[in-house]
Each structure stands twice: as structure tokens, then as C-alpha cells.
């Protein structure tokens, strides 16, 4: 075990306002609104909570920039319940909290309206990296690329996201990073501009094929999901990547590739989706942190999105590890 010990969760700060509704409706037409929850939303967010509601030992970092507003004093004051550190959440005046309001068809699918707010804002010297390096973490969490503009943007074939973790890695840290399903026309570009600098890539199956151009054809299409895979690796991930889909997961290194499949959880128990990739890779994360093995981190991966489908929120439904 590495005398390094904690998690940095920087990038996205999210407030969701998820909405359960009966039904999508179409154009023009009127839903209800059965009822809404408030809760944290966001990579960065979203590990930290289900890491600390997991009950781990080490330290926590929350990283992230938010507004002097309403949705800001929200998650101050969720940190602050849940014991987490809200020393490198820096404000910005005059700036929205970045929020979404979640559209959540319960056991079946959900819709993002997102506001970015100040998470257009977050770049490298949002990071406090000789501040944060003086606590010794082990592990540099980085959620979502393709969600942070700034760190988003490619010059010479480089993301700026990539400048951020070279100086990361130089501090002795792991880094690891999540994808994001959005829509972006410079998805694959920013990806690759970055792959050199990640030394774990998490994604699911949409932002494979956005990621790599390779079209899976399903979610439980081996061949094509590890193809898409070994294109990762072949662009610069430097120890691997764990592509996961609601049936398989795949975890895939320069000389392994290890398969496993999804225990479903029934239509019947889901609340919400929302947060389910976040669970598992706050499941992974831990792992990685106390040098498990991949059957053992995909394992507690699994069983973090597993119930996290149960719970209304992103993460209101991790359980502590002694469960």
C-alpha cells in the first residue's frame, strides 16, 4: 500500500432537481410532476458524497468552483452535514451555481436540462495542486471531461485537461477520469487530446462510441466494445480503462481484459438512474485506492450503481461498506 492516502473529487458541482414524472410527454403536451428531490450532482460531487457515505478512512478532497447563490449555499451546507472538506470550493460572484433539473421516468430512463453556471469558469487554476499536493493524496479524480469548457479546449492536438494532470502527475498522484454523455461536436478531439495524461479512463457505451467513433451495436456487443477499448489504450490511456455498459463491464489493460456481467436490477426497483455511473466509479475509485483487485473493484463498482438505481438521488442510496 502506498504511504499516499486520499481522493482529490475535482471538476463538476452540480445541484439536481430531479422531477419524477409518469410518462415523457410529446411536444406541446403537459405532464405532472409527481414529486422532486434536491440533492448534489456532478463527478466530482457525487464520488465525494457516495465515497464518504461508503465510509471510507482516507481523506476526501472536494474540488470546484461555485456561486454566491441559493444552489451554492446548498451544497456548502451538504458538505457540511456530511463532514466533507469545503476548503477548495472556491466562489465566484455574480455567477449561478450549475444546476439541472432532472426529467426522471422512474425504471425507465431520465433527461438533463443543465445550466453550467460557473463550471464554465473551471480551468487549472481552479485546482490548488501545491496546496492539495501538502496533503499527500493518492488518487487525482477529475469528472467530467467534456462538461468543463475550459479544460475541454484542444490547442495542437492537447486539451488544456491534459495540461491540468500532467502537473497532477508530477506530484506522484494517479489520475483517473470520467466521461460524460453530452452532446459535443469536439467530444472525440478533447478525449484523445487528453488519453496521454489519464492513467484510468472510466466510460459507458454512449460515450465510447463518441469517444473512439467505433458504432458498439448494443450494449452487449463484446467485440465491438473491446475494439473501442483497445483503441484507448492505443491513444495513450497509460493503465487502462473500464468500459461499462447497464449489462457488462469491461475492465481492459495493455496485457488483461476482464469481463463481467451486470447483476440487473428489475425494472420494478428503480427509482432513478441518476448518478448510477458516479456510483460506480466512486465503487472503482476505492478500489484503485486500496490496491484491490479488478474482479473486487468492478465488484463494489457494481454493487454502488446497483443501489444507487434504488434512491431518487445521485446519491442518497450508498451504502457503508460493513452493509
Request: proline fraction near 4%.
Amino acid at each position: 500500500m502506498s504511504n499516499k492516502q486520499g481522493i482529490v473529487c475535482a471538476g463538476n458541482w452540480i445541484v439536481d432537481v430531479v422531477h419524477n414524472i409518469g410518462f415523457w410527454p410529446a411536444k406541446s403536451d403537459l405532464v405532472h410532476i409527481l414529486d422532486e428531490t434536491i440533492g448534489v450532482g456532478g463527478g466530482a460531487a457525487n464520488v465525494a458524497f457516495d465515497l464518504k457515505a461508503l465510509g471510507v478512512e482516507y481523506p476526501l478532497f472536494p474540488v470546484g468552483v461555485l456561486g454566491n447563490d441559493n444552489h451554492g449555499q446548498v451544497i456548502l451546507e451538504l458538505c457540511s452535514s456530511e463532514g466533507l472538506s469545503t476548503e477548495y470550493l472556491s466562489i465566484i460572484a455574480n455567477q449561478s451555481t450549475a444546476h439541472t433539473h432532472v426529467m426522471n421516468v422512474p425504471g425507465d430512463s431520465r433527461t438533463f436540462f443543465y445550466q453550467p453556471g460557473v463550471n464554465n469558469y473551471f480551468n487549472t487554476q481552479s485546482v490548488p495542486i501545491n496546496r492539495i499536493v501538502e496533503q499527500n493524496p493518492r488518487i487525482f479524480y477529475l469528472g467530467y471531461l467534456n462538461l468543463l469548457p475550459l479544460l475541454d479546449a484542444v490547442n495542437d492536438g492537447r486539451s488544456m485537461a491534459a495540461e491540468l494532470l500532467a502537473l497532477v502527475s508530477q506530484s506522484g498522484m494517479i489520475t483517473c477520469v470520467d466521461l460524460v454523455s453530452s452532446s459535443n461536436m469536439n467530444y472525440r478531439q478533447t478525449v484523445m487530446g487528453t488519453l496521454s495524461e489519464i492513467d484510468w479512463l472510466f466510460l459507458n457505451e454512449v460515450e465510447a462510441e463518441r469517444a473512439t467513433g467505433v458504432l458498439l451495436g448494443g450494449e452487449n456487443n463484446r467485440e465491438s466494445i473491446s475494439h473501442a477499448a483497445n483503441l484507448l489504450i492505443e491513444g495513450g490511456v497509460k493503465k487502462g480503462c473500464v468500459l461499462h455498459t447497464p449489462t457488462l463491464s469491461l475492465w481492459k489493460t495493455p496485457t488483461e481484459e476482464i469481463w463481467t456481467e451486470v447483476d440487473v436490477v428489475p425494472t420494478s426497483e428503480i427509482v432513478s438512474p441518476v448518478g448510477a455511473g458516479d456510483a460506480f466509479a466512486a465503487g472503482l475509485l476505492h478500489g484503485l485506492h486500496e490496491d484491490w483487485s479488478a474482479k473486487d473493484c468492478i465488484q463494489l463498482a457494481n454493487k454502488m450503481a446497483a443501489e444507487c438505481l434504488r434512491s431518487a438521488t445521485a446519491t442518497g442510496g450508498i451504502k457503508p461498506l460493513s452493509c
